[in-house]
């Protein structure tokens, strides 16, 4: 279905800690470029007093109110899927959906996340050294950016997660995809971070609701690039220590704004101008 000019598109946004969000500007600003009313609506679990078990609920209000579709961020990426009628090809290799077209009474997820943050590392660090990165995060957005990485060629991705056993069977399911070693769940931290080329950070920490570091920034070296998807703020803690060190960095706006690209195409049929939601996202200021 494409929407035509002058329609009214209802979209969303379900997570917690979301206020902060630039999602909502980036969808309702193209929409009126594309001649479309969209209305993208913040539902923020922390503001409702609400957890994941309320997304049932959520989602049945989204398909009698007429939504287009829900993106779906942290802590819902995972939780998600059993509500869903149909996954497409990446959400399904991924185990994780931040975006939801609900059409003709289905809810169907996909997955942006891991284009968005290629695109961004495309664009941000053309030139990177790709042999061995250490990601920290393994949960849904996590999965789309280890897919991602490896996808980008990085030789090895090892990953560390609160939960050592998610790490674990990432890594299984990576290896499988992408071939035997190429992600490992690592248990040495200091070490694997001596050997890395770069960092990857896919983990809430250093949101303006959680602030401060991943990691001990001892660890971090200025042979690294480091890559962090948080962007409220736009400069994280990660972010501030590692240029201090004189790492390359990237911070988390351009998977933002290019895993929103194909949300709105996805909501809408259209495709939008990935370089003007560039640019809106960034005269929104540093955050």
Request: hydrophobic share 45%; proline share 5%; glycine share 12%.
């Amino acid at each position: 279905m494409t929407a035509r000019e002058g329609q009214s598109v209802l979209a969303g946004l379900i997570g917690a800690g979301i206020q902060g969000s630039r999602t909502p500007a980036m969808h309702e600003r193209e929409g009126d470029e594309q001649g479309l009313r969209v209305l993208y609506q913040k539902i923020d679990l922390d503001r409702l007093g609400l957890g994941p078990d309320a997304l049932p609920e959520l989602l049945l209000a989204a398909r009698r109110m007429g939504f287009a579709g829900l993106n779906i961020t942290y802590p819902c990426k995972q939780a998600i899927i059993p509500l869903l009628d149909e996954l497409s090809p990446d959400a399904a290799a991924l185990g994780a959906v931040n975006t939801v077209v609900l059409r003709d009474g289905r809810a169907v997820g996909h997955n942006t996340d891991w284009w968005g943050w290629a695109e961004g590392f495309r664009r941000g660090l053309p030139d990177a050294a790709l042999g061995r990165a250490v990601q920290l995060g393994a949960g849904g957005a996590g999965a789309a950016v280890a897919h991602a990485a490896l996808t980008l060629g990085i030789g090895q991705l090892t990953l560390f997660d609160m939960d050592p056993a998610r790490a674990a069977a990432l890594a299984a399911q990576l290896s499988t995809q992408f071939g035997e070693n190429r992600a490992v769940a690592g248990s040495d931290l200091p070490a694997a971070m001596a050997a890395a080329d770069g960092l990857i950070h896919c983990t809430p920490t250093g949101m303006a609701k959680l602030p401060g570091l991943p990691l001990p920034a001892a660890l971090l070296h200025s042979r690294l690039w480091v890559s962090e998807i948080v962007y409220f703020p736009l400069e994280t803690e990660l972010l501030r220590q590692a240029r201090a060190l004189g790492c390359r960095t990237l911070d988390g706006g351009g998977m933002a704004v290019f895993q929103a690209v194909e949300a709105f195409r996805l909501f809408t049929g259209i495709t939008p101008d990935a370089e003007r939601m560039r640019r809106h996202f960034a005269s929104m200021g540093a955050g």
